[in-house]
């Protein structure tokens, strides 16, 4: 069994398998699985500093990690 977070709600359970990038959400009405890719966040830091492109996780998005919250 690969390991997942899962979450109980009023309306369901959600199960994240996140080394598969795959989200399970099963409710009254049925159950759906979405699957999502990966971002190299180190090639995407390298791509900026060589070409410009735009940083998948710039440095302001991570103001509460250098705010101490």
Do not use: I, W
């Amino acid at each position: 069994m690969e390991p997942c977070v899962t979450l109980h709600g009023s309306e369901g359970t959600a199960v994240f398998h996140y080394t598969e990038d795959r989200v399970t959400v099963t409710t009254e009405a049925g159950e759906t699985t979405h699957t999502f890719g990966r971002e190299d966040l180190t090639e995407n830091l390298l791509q900026h500093l060589r070409k410009g492109t735009p940083l998948l996780s710039p440095p302001r998005s991570q103001q509460c990690l250098h705010a101490g919250c």
